[in-house]
């Protein structure tokens, strides 16, 4: 497991280059500093920070460091896993539901690093080792595509891609009720829940988040809304819709309604990741994928529309 520190910028190197700072407050040397930024590995505020960036008054500076003794996550095969693109530098799958991108404290089931090892792929050695090649995630319980990068000339290129928001994500998503207006924005800052643990919410000390959506079917009750990330932060589509009352249909977790999940027989959130598009890490050529809405969401869909049509 990676290990992440957060420290305070001391006013002796306010000025100072990301880099320096982090050589000077973690006992790194200056090539390592610069190398964890250009991986994606230190936040300033929040935000990811190039190795040049220049710290101010105050800032709070987070660093993802390589654990002692850090091994290579165990290969697994994982049924349901589909690669969907492939070349030299990236690839992209479509991810089934309970399967995690990587290792982390307390997952002990499969991950899409260890499939992808399983399955003969070279990963880039860029990233913290448990999650070497990942570049974003999706939920346990989220179904869909993700990129991951194969070699290290990819990673920092796909890092800076979703840091430029250049990344377009789209998901569907089943929702209780009917957002109004039926096409908007919500902008609603996230952050950790102060008291629930694996749990985030709306609040104002959270990281800058916004959600663009449209409905594009409606039942009695219900909708199936077409979701386009701006930021990526975790649960935002499910902390989003939950914070304006209308919680992601089976989502108990933030608030859905265990009642209608079962009429429906459905057993997760219905939320999947269903389109990805982005410029090549290397080449610069736009790569674009999709995915169908996997069968228990279908199915659930289909009962929604004779129950509630």
């Given at each position: 497991?990676?290990q992440a ?21 973690l ?16 936040e300033?505020?929040g935000?990811l920070?190039?190795k ?12 993802e ?37 990587h290792s ?16 003969g792929?070279?990963i ?5 080792p448990e999650?070497?090649g ?13 990129v991951?990068?194969?070699t ?14 250049e ?27 102060p ?22 079917e ?23 819709f939950s914070?304006?009352?209308?919680p992601?249909?089976?989502d108990?977790?933030?608030g ?25 890490p ?13 069968p228990?969401?279908a199915?659930a ?9």
């Amino acid at each position: 497991m990676s290990q992440a520190r957060t420290v305070i910028v001391p006013d002796g190197l306010v000025g100072e280059r990301v880099d320096v700072a982090v050589a000077r407050l973690l006992g790194v040397s200056r090539a390592k500093a610069a190398e964890l930024a250009g991986m994606g590995r230190v936040e300033v505020d929040g935000a990811l920070a190039v190795k040049s960036h220049r710290l101010g008054l105050g800032a709070m500076m987070t660093v993802e460091l390589d654990p002692p003794g850090a091994t290579t996550p165990l290969a697994e095969p994982v049924p349901g896993l589909v690669v969907v693109y492939d070349d030299e530098d990236i690839v992209i799958v479509d991810k089934p539901v309970g399967v995690a991108a990587h290792s982390s404290p307390g997952w002990t089931g499969p991950t899409v690093v260890g499939a992808l090892a399983a399955a003969g792929y070279g990963i880039a050695t860029s990233g913290a080792p448990e999650r070497q090649g990942i570049v974003h995630r999706l939920d346990v319980g989220t179904s869909g595509l993700m990129v991951v990068a194969k070699t290290d000339r990819a990673y920092p290129g796909l890092k800076q891609a979703f840091r430029r928001r250049e990344v377009t994500k789209v998901y569907l998503a089943a929702v209780q009720g009917h957002p109004d207006p039926l096409a908007g924005t919500i902008e609603a800052p996230i952050g950790r829940h102060p008291s629930k643990e694996f749990r985030f919410a709306v609040m104002t000390q959270g990281k800058p988040s916004i959600t663009h959506y449209e409905v594009v079917e409606a039942f009695r009750g219900a909708s199936v809304v077409r979701v386009h990330l701006e930021t990526g932060r975790t649960h935002q589509i499910r902390v989003h819709f939950s914070g304006i009352g209308h919680p992601l249909l089976g989502d108990s977790t933030y608030g859905a309604n265990p009642r209608l999940a079962a009429e429906l027989g459905l057993d997760r959130q219905w939320l999947h990741a269903g389109e990805l598009s982005f410029p090549h890490p290397v080449s610069g050529d736009i790569v674009e994928v999709a995915s169908a809405v996997p069968p228990d969401l279908a199915d659930a869909l289909d009962r929604l529309r004779q129950i509630y049509s």
